[in-house]
Structures are given as C-alpha cells and as structure tokens.
C-alpha cells in the first residue's frame, strides 16, 4: 500500500522559499502523476500542480511565476519549491499521487500534510 | 482554466436525511469529477471518480451522478459518520480545481 510522507521546515520567512519534500513508500515513483495541494487554515483545497516521474509539470496559473517542482526517483521522492513567500502562503500542504499507472486521475493516495507558516 | 462552483457551502442535516450537493463547472467535462471527504485535521479521502464510480471500500448509500457542467453527491441516509466536509473536484485536461466545499453539519 502506497504511503507519503511530506517533509520540510515549517516556518519560512517573508520573502524566502518554501521548500517541501514527500517521499513516497510501499510503491514505485514510476509510472504516476504526483502532485502537491494546499489548504490554508480553516479553508477549502487549492490545487498546486503536477509532476509525472518522468519531470515534466502542470502548474497552477496562479502560482506558476514561483514555482518548481522536481523529482528524484532514485530516491522514490518528489519536492516543492515556492519561493518570493507571503503570509497568503500559510497552508497545510499535502503530497498526493493523482490517477493510475501512466493515466491523469483522482487524488489518491494523500500525505497526512504538513503545515508551513510564512511568519518572521 | 476550468471553475468549479460547489452548492451550498453548509447544510444542516439530521441522522437519516438524504443529502445532496452539486458542483457545477465553467466548461464540459467529459465526467473526469471526483468527490472526497475531509474531517477536521486529516487529509481528504476519495469517495468517487469518474462522477459517478465509487472507490473501493466507500459504503453504497454515497453515489455521484451528473454530466457536462453538473454533478451531484448524494448520501441516501446520513449517519452519523458522514458529518464532514465535502469537495468536488475535476481533473480534466492535465489539471485541476476543487470546488469550495460543503459543510455537513448536524441539524
């Protein structure tokens, strides 16, 4: 059974990058979509985007100026990086894999996701 | 980019009710709208797919039905468990949208 696990600072700066990872167990990082999505507090989701194993990305509008999005399969691990931060950006962030093998899909499985607070 | 409007953000429902929300979309999709359940503190967990298929271990009285730019979830008989938020959301064309949520609450 396929588990993710996101990882990173949980306070970020003003003006400086938010930097997440997930590391993914129990499965390949081969053959899927993997994607992160946020949800600020006492607030609905926000989708973030994509990365397929091979590198290529699909990013939210809104957010594609300040961000990238990369992964390592060796290490069965994919990251985040969002940088230029602001208060706006304080979320709980999820890592997620989206769809079936080679196929665009559903979010499922979820990370259990990890807050990030932009706060000096 | 395609929008997903989701009605109405809080209900108010009793223990055997049936409930029914609907996200609507800014453009056609070809059913690629899933449903997923969020209670406080945890990730969502994915109910249905495809509209109207229903994941693996999900009980029956949830189902998704709809078509184009409308789509309901229905719970048959609200149990106690189903107090929860809900969100739509699409994954057409190599991206996605959530709807904004639903707010069962107890009446």
């Known amino acids: 059974q396929v588990q993710l696990q996101e990882s990173g600072p949980g306070l970020v700066r003003p003006s400086e990058t938010l930097s997440l990872t997930c590391t993914v167990s129990?499965?390949?990082?081969?053959?899927?979509?993997w994607s992160w999505i946020r949800q600020p507090p006492g607030k609905g989701l926000e989708w973030i985007g994509y990365?397929?194993?091979?590198?290529?990305?699909k990013y939210n509008p809104s957010l594609k100026s300040r961000l990238i999005m990369s992964v390592d399969t060796s290490k069965n691990q994919f990251s985040l990086k969002l940088n230029s931060v602001t208060a706006a950006d304080t979320a709980v962030y999820y890592c997620?894999?989206?769809?079936?093998?080679?196929?665009?899909?559903?979010?499922?499985?979820w990370g259990q996701g990890t807050l990030v607070t932009v706060s000096s | 980019d395609i929008q997903m409007t989701q009605s109405p953000s809080t209900l108010s429902a009793s223990v055997g009710d049936r409930v029914t929300i609907t996200c609507r979309a800014s453009q056609t999709l070809n059913s690629w709208l899933a449903w997923y359940q969020q209670k406080p503190g945890k990730a969502p967990k994915l109910l249905i797919y495809k509209a109207s298929v229903l994941e693996s271990g999900v009980p029956s009285r949830f189902s998704g039905s709809g078509s184009g730019t409308e789509f309901t979830l229905t719970i048959s008989t609200l149990q106690p468990d189903d107090f929860a938020t809900y969100y739509c959301h699409q994954y057409q064309g190599y991206s996605g949208t959530f709807g904004q949520g639903t707010k069962v609450e107890i009446k």
């Open positions: 129990g499965g390949s990082i081969s053959d899927y979509f």
């Open positions: 990365i397929y194993y091979r590198g290529s990305t």
């Open positions: 997620a894999r989206e769809g079936a093998t080679n196929q665009y899909g559903p979010i499922d499985p």
